[in-house]
């Protein structure tokens, strides 16, 4: 027998938790919980997409790809939403590779199922349909991110974004996660990671990270991080 999905008062995720009750409750039959587990590949490019998951806690991230193969880091979700929206907007296959960058849970529901829901116009398809100029601001941003700052100043953005997607100030995180958020070596991480630490801005061992500064850490990062910060911020505020 499967597992219930918990009550909408127990749901941590901030679409799900802010839905009407009998919109949640049309949706809670077909949910599947899930526990993700940090390198989870939850899609990949290309694939058609028949699932949703709205993630409870934890972070995935978003991978551009490169020839085939697994580019950067162009955004991240964590409980404010789901993973697997391009397959009720913008068609029914994956446009990046989706894994978990911090462990947690999700409720997974079918695509077909949420896309009716969708199509009834109600509160879903208006939370979707402004998470999606979220995500659109994320993806956008990384791309000129990659070009024109620093490494400390992504380091700090993405470090303040994953931040912002969970409890508390500190993390668990590999060298070769961040190198891949930044599209870098892992050499060269480590020294960009020593210099925030060096500043007394973060502390960072074995890879887990604990935010010192979150104050010194914003004057550090690049100015892309302001931008997607206020769209989740208005996102989650409404």
Not at 100 to 106: E, R
Not at 186 to 194: D, G, I, L, Q, S
Request: glycine share 8%.
């Amino acid at each position: 027998m499967p597992a219930l999905a918990p009550k909408q008062s127990l749901v941590r995720n901030h679409l799900l938790a802010t839905l009407p009750r009998e919109d949640y409750e049309r949706l809670s039959p077909h949910f599947k919980p899930l526990t993700l587990s940090a390198g989870d590949i939850i899609h990949d490019f290309g694939e058609p997409l028949r699932q949703a998951w709205f993630i409870n806690h934890g972070v995935v991230s978003l991978l551009s790809t490169t020839g085939g193969q697994p580019g950067v880091v162009v955004g991240l979700v964590g409980s404010e939403a789901l993973v697997g929206l391009p397959a009720i907007l913008a068609g029914k296959r994956a446009p990046y590779r989706a894994t978990v960058q911090l462990p947690g849970a999700a409720l997974q529901i079918g695509v077909e199922v949420l896309d009716a829901e969708f199509n009834q116009g109600g509160r879903l398809q208006a939370f979707l349909l402004r998470y999606n100029q979220v995500l659109i601001i994320q993806l956008s941003q990384a791309g000129i991110c990659y070009q024109r700052h620093s490494l400390e100043e992504r380091l700090s953005r993405w470090l303040l974004s994953i931040c912002d997607r969970v409890a508390g100030n500190s993390f668990q995180i590999t060298h070769e996660c961040i190198a891949q958020m930044l599209g870098t070596a892992r050499t060269k991480v480590t020294a960009a990671a020593v210099g925030l630490q060096d500043q007394r801005l973060i502390s960072y061992s074995r890879g887990h990270i604990i935010i010192l500064s979150r104050r010194g850490l914003e004057a550090k990062a690049c100015p892309c991080y302001g931008i997607t910060k206020e769209a989740l911020t208005q996102f989650l505020s409404r």
